[in-house]
């Protein structure tokens, strides 16, 4: 079946729907998803989104481009964080104004909290940044989002994952997705077409990012030759439910939580006076690793799943149930601890992608050589880059509702002055020979002891501390899956629902995305941000100063550079 649109988005997260909202002013929009958008993982965003609104203390958005370009320790392109923190107060207001239920001040404006790494004066004190709807701010967004998109005509295709792209040459022509109800094969040819299919954390054991997070997108354009940017940049999570990964918001010591070890210790006082519990999350998952180092995690063992404690007692049960009431309630289901009278027990967790496909400020996918035409990308399966090796707390929202509403402008803008591409002869034979190796005579292996071995091997040696004969370990055992993966066949056939067929679709997505990361990491010898390498323990200007750009051809990931817009602020040394 084919469908022809203006603009496809595929992704119905913040991103994909704010793309959607903005194309569909001018362009005949479709969503292409396989999750319902009001499941799409940034509902899973707690603490707020950072804008100087300026409400409750004083704050500029030059301040916020100056910590997000800090944050990132110096490898953010900084007329991008400029654009970030500028649009970001004007995209909260759109969202009030949309109708998004932000939670309050006494005199009714929005209400800010604290959170890592946000300071006001360039590094003089913490700053109530974060606009915030309790600890349900993301999924509030897609809410709002989601109702605009319906009211503007915007024709949605739930439950259809995307299993390729559509390039004539640099030029994009649609894609091809399978409908998962039915396993029917649909092409969707368009003028435009823009991933938002978030990250992928799911290639780490231990994460907080949902099951589908899968780097559906990525690991498609990866295959079409497209490069992939500043992927050894993965940002573990300090706060991370014990055993589970689920996220325990940095809003909790936004609102005076404290971290302590297993002498009762407020350990962040010795890594960062200043900031103390709101450090960049880099400093603070590194702070927690390196106490369990020293035997002081609660069990004192030194082993890799030994944790820290959260403790949010003092703030008493009022500002508990009425600031962080889904937190409350993680924490009773999934650990049987009332935040109000016990700590929580937490520890790092794969949360967030800094790196992924190249985009400029609109959106559009280039590498600094070449654009593809027609081609976009947004939120955290895109790199603009304004995250650099760090990304704040807060700035994953602001990234999604700037560039995702920038790229959706570009795209009404865009399809106007374009005809409809050709489909090129057999759009879809790719994919459709790759089902039919899967479904060829003879028994094959099973997905799921790839699927953990790749999990125990990327959380092992592409963690949180870093040193080349892990990672080389980790890049050979890729390699040895990525051969075993070609022996894989589906057991289960049924068109309706096949979860056997979309395990090993993901499967292949983060097995290419594990050897781009696990490469990249590799190659960059030296501690930047959220890249810790134990031998290399310091940040090298003179020769990493730069992006990198990895592609994946014939299997193999190959390595090359990109400079890095230092045009405002020189690096420094990072300390807080």
Known sequence: MVHEFDAVIVGAGGAGLYAALEASKTAKTAVVSKLYPSRSHTGAAQGGIGAALGNLDEDKPEWHAFDTVKGGDYLVDQNAAMILAEEA?????????????????????????????????????????????????????????????????????????????????????????????????????????????????????????????????????????????????????????????????????????????????????????????????????????TEIARGKGIRGDKKIDDYVYLDATHLGREVVESKIPDIADFCRTYLNVDPAEKPMPVQPTAHYAMGGIPTDVHGRVTDGTTTWEGLYAAGECACVSVHGANRLGTNSLVDLIVFGRRAGQHIAQYVKDVSMPQLPDGADERFRSFYDRLTSPGSGAHPGPIYQEMQETMMTNVGVYRQAGKMQQAVEDIARLRNQFGELRLEDESPSFNSDLLGILELQNLLDISAVTAVSALNRTESRGAHSREDFPDRDDPNWLKHTLAELRDGQVSIRYKDVDVSIWKPKPRTY
């Open 89 to 289: 107060v004007r995209s909260v207001y759109n969202l009030e104004h949309m109708g998004l239920p932000f939670s309050r001040t006494e005199d009714g404006t929005i209400a800010q909290r604290r959170f890592g790494g946000h300071t006001r004066n360039l590094g003089e004190a913490p700053v109530r940044r974060s606009c915030y709807a309790a600890d349900r701010t993301g999924h509030m967004i897609l809410q709002t989002l989601y109702q605009q998109c319906i009211k503007n005509d915007v024709e949605f295709y739930d439950e259809f994952q995307t299993v390729d792209v559509i390039l004539d040459g640099n030029k994009v022509a649609g894609i091809i997705a399978l409908e998962l109800k039915t396993g029917q094969v649909h092409v969707f040819r368009a003028k435009a077409v823009l991933f938002a299919t978030g990250g992928f954390g799911r290639m780490f054991k231990v994460t907080s990012n949902a099951l589908a997070n899968t780097g559906d997108g990525p690991a498609l354009l990866a295959r079409a030759g497209i490069p992939l940017m500043d992927m050894e940049f993965f940002q573990f999570h300090p706060t991370g439910i014990l055993d589970m990964g689920i996220l325990i918001t940095e809003g909790v010591r936004g609102e005076g939580g404290i971290l302590r070890n297993r002498d009762g210790e407020r350990f962040m006082e010795r890594y960062a006076p200043t900031l103390l519990d709101l450090a960049p999350r880099d400093m603070v998952s590194r702070a927690i690793m």
